[in-house]
C-alpha cells in the first residue's frame, strides 16, 4: 500500500511536467508529438496559475522534483495540502524501498480561475503515471479543482480535448463533463473544426459545479453558467 499525497504546485514543478507530459502519452501521440504538446505548457503556467494546479507525489514512481529556488511570488509555493490519497500501489518498482525516498511527481493538474470569465475555472493539462491509471488518482485531482473552484464562486469547469485522445474523452464524460454543441460528430462526440487553427478540431467540454452553501445558509444548488462556450 503507498501513500499518495496531493499538494499545490509550484514553479519548480515545470520541469518535471514537462518530462512527464513528453512520456506519459504514449498511448495517443508518438514521442515527436508528445514533446509538441509540451510546448503548450510553457512556465508562466507554474509561475502564474500554480496556487489552482496540483501535484500528487508518490515515493516510488513518478518523474524527480529537482531542487529550484523559492518561488518569488507571493503564495506560490505553500508546501502539501495535508490531503493524503490511499491508494493500493503495490508495482511500485525500483527505488521504493530507498533510505531517503525523493519527491516524484506521480500525476498533475494545471488549471486556473479565468480572469476574464468569473463563472468559470478551466482545466488545461490533466497526468496520471502510466502505472497508477484506472484507480481513481485523475478522479481525485479533479474532484479537489471542483471543490476549490467551487468554493472560489466558480459554476463550471471547462476542458479542451483532441478528437483523437479517445482515453480522455472517456475520462471527461466519467468525470460528468457535457460537450457543447460542434460542427461534426467523431465517435458520436461533437466537434468544433479548426477550433485552435486549421486542422486543430477540439471538443469544448463542460462540467457543471454545485454552488456551496452560502453564509446565510442557502443550500446548494446547480448553477447556469453564462460563460460562452
Ligand atoms: C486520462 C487520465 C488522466 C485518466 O487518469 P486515471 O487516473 O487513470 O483516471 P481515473 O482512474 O481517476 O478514472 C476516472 C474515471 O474515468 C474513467 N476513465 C479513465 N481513463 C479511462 C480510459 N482510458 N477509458 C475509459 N474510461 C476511462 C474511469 O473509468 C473512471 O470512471 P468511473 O469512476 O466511473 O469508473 C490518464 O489516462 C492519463 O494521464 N492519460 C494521459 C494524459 C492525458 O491524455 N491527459 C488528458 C488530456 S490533458
Known sequence: MAQLTLRQAHEADHAPIVAAIQTWWGDTRTPDEARELSLLLPRLFLQHFAATSLILNEVGIGIEVKAEAEDPTPGGATGTTGVTLVTDVTDAGPGTSSAQPTERIAGFLVGFH???????????????????????????????????????????????VSPANKPSIAFHRAMGFEPDAGDYESNGVPVHRDYDGPGHDRISFRRLLAVPPTATGATGATSTATAPG
Open 114 to 160: 479565468s480572469p476574464d470569465r468569473p463563472g468559470t475555472a478551466y482545466i488545461h493539462f490533466v497526468g496520471v503515471h502510466p502505472k497508477l491509471r484506472h484507480q481513481g488518482v485523475a478522479r481525485q485531482l479533479y474532484e479537489r479543482f471542483f471543490a476549490q473552484a467551487a468554493a472560489a464562486g466558480r459554476q463550471e469547469v471547462r476542458a479542451i
